[in-house]
């Protein structure tokens, strides 16, 4: 099984100030037949459904803020948000889809500070 | 527009059962691999079961393999779960989630049905 595991379970940052959410898979999720990481960052508020903000590690969905940037490769993973808004206070979730049995981390709760 | 509009929660007794469906519109539904994931009241997300586009696979989370059969039927685009032998542990909110033409990550999800294992 691969186990996702984020960093910190909890963050508390003042507005304006850079987030930083970490995700650790067991094992590599580099495919290397194309040099793709197959992760993806999520955002969840309170009553919605998780909404995609990154996939393949770094690539950020359509219509996401450009505050919002992933990086990392193999094992070690990173959700920046450049600059904290108000809006972006919510649960941060990231996947692996790597194999057939997806699995996501436990989640980083972002609030303010 | 892209929706996706769950239903058929409810509350059952453990040993019970139900089946969910995702009602799917905006996109055509036939192209798309789909995925349920659920999330435990407070709790994170956890992924269930998939199925191919075609059909011709279908995966299942150790948690409900043997319990929950994952189906589609492209003609009503309809995504369905049907799950048996319901535990008190499988009480959770029930998101269908489309996967993309890229890769199989989720861009668009449905609001969730909650169903309630209780005695």
């Known amino acids: 099984d691969f186990v996702m595991t984020q960093s910190p379970d909890s963050l508390a940052v003042s507005l304006g100030e850079r987030a930083t959410i970490n995700c650790k898979s067991s094992?590599?999720?580099?495919?290397?037949?194309?040099?793709?990481?197959?992760l993806a960052w999520y955002q969840q508020k309170p009553g919605q459904p998780p909404k995609l903000l990154i996939y393949?590690?770094?690539t950020r969905e359509s219509g996401v803020p450009d505050r919002f940037s992933g990086s990392g490769s193999v094992t070690d993973f990173t959700l920046t948000i450049s600059s904290l808004q108000a809006e972006d206070v919510a649960v941060y979730y990231c996947q692996q889809y790597f194999t057939t049995h997806y699995s996501f981390g436990q989640g980083t709760k972002l609030e303010i500070k | 527009e892209v929706q996706l509009v769950e239903s058929g929660g409810g509350l059952v007794q453990p040993g019970g059962s139900l089946r969910l469906s995702c009602a799917a519109s905006?996109?055509?539904?036939?192209?798309?691999?789909m995925n349920w994931v659920r999330q435990t009241p407070g709790e994170g997300l956890e992924w269930i079961s998939y199925?191919?586009?075609?059909?011709?696979?279908?995966y299942y989370a150790d948690s409900v393999k043997g319990r929950f059969t994952i189906s589609r039927d492209d003609a009503k685009n309809l995504l369905y779960l049907q799950m048996n032998s319901l535990r008190v542990e499988d009480t959770a909110v029930y998101y269908c989630?489309?996967?993309?033409?890229?890769?199989?990550?989720?861009?668009?999800w449905g609001q969730g049905t909650l169903v309630t294992v209780s005695s």
């Open positions: 905006g996109f055509t539904f036939s192209s798309y691999s």
């Open positions: 393949w590690a770094s």
């Open positions: 094992q590599s999720i580099l495919y290397s037949s194309n040099n793709k990481n197959y």
């Open positions: 989630a489309t996967e993309s033409e890229g890769g199989s990550y989720s861009p668009y």
């Open positions: 199925i191919r586009s075609t059909s011709s696979a279908t």
